[in-house]
T-cell receptor, first 117, second 111 residues
Framework: ETGVTQTPRHLVMGMTNKKSLKCEQH?????MYWYKQSAKKPLELMFV???????ENNSVPSRFSPECPNSSHLFLHLHTLQPEDSALYLC????????????????FGEGSRLTVL | AQTVTQSQPEMSVQEAETVTLSCTYD???????LFWYKQPPSRQMILVIR??????QNATENRFSVNFQKAAKSFSLKISDSQLGDAAMYFC????????FGAGTRLTVKP
């Protein structure tokens, strides 16, 4: 496989469930990102990992918990979500020039469509 | 925090015609990067064009070109000879320490 792969593509969960989103990049990049995409709103940056260390979390609620075990994999663990968390969650990767500095293209996955009932 | 504004939620263009999508941004930085991304109905976002703020020359990529006005903090995208495959959501993005996106413009191409 090439590029950025996200699984699952669709997820429906109840407010008390615990689930995880997975992202894998095959591009040799050193930075990975989670974005939330809601209808008619700008993409919201949730988490940034550069060299496997989290450099930004943008005050995301603790019910979202990221994990980056290595430079190729990124997870978003979900628990006790709210209906307003329903959205498309996009993973992206890039090759950063330096720690936390974005100068180049982000490569996106196709996203995981999350519905919270 | 840097903000990116796309004032046109929807635009339409006749096939083979030219369309311009608007984008403005707010920043106090002098060095940064600007991007236009395209998100077709299949949802995977791909890069259309990139501009470095220190470069005065407007970036061009085949039928896509930008009008970068640094003083006005404006970064519009021009699509020439529009094709049916250009129909998508277009997002303007600003980057320095992280990447911020606008809300997007949905482009429809009429045959």
């Amino acid at each position: 496989e090439t590029g950025v792969t996200q699984t699952p593509r669709h997820l429906v969960m109840g407010m008390t469930n615990k689930k995880s989103l997975k992202c894998e990049q095959h591009l040799g990049h050193n930075a990975m990102y989670w974005y939330k995409q809601s209808a008619k709103k700008p993409l919201e940056l949730m988490f940034v990992y550069s060299l496997e260390e989290r450099v930004e979390n943008n005050s995301v609620p603790s019910r979202f918990s990221p994990e980056c075990p290595n430079s190729s994999h990124l997870f978003l663990h979900l628990h006790t979500l709210q209906p307003e968390d329903s959205a498309l969650y996009l993973c992206a990767s890039s090759q950063d020039a330096g720690r936390g500095e974005i100068t180049g293209e982000l490569f996106f996955g196709e996203g995981s469509r999350l519905t919270v009932l | 925090a840097q903000t990116v504004t796309q004032s046109q939620p929807e635009m339409s263009v006749q096939e083979a015609e030219t369309v311009t999508l608007s984008c403005t941004y707010d920043t106090s930085e002098s060095d940064y990067y600007l991007f236009w991304y395209k998100q077709p109905p299949s949802r995977q976002m791909i890069l259309v064009i990139r501009q470095e703020a220190y470069k005065q020359q407007n970036a061009t990529e085949n039928r896509f070109s930008v009008n970068f006005q640094k003083a006005a903090k404006s970064f519009s995208l021009k699509i020439s000879d529009s094709q049916l495959g250009d129909a998508a959501m277009y997002f303007c993005a600003y980057a320095d320490n992280d990447m911020r996106f606008g809300a997007g413009t949905r482009l429809t191409v009429k045959p």
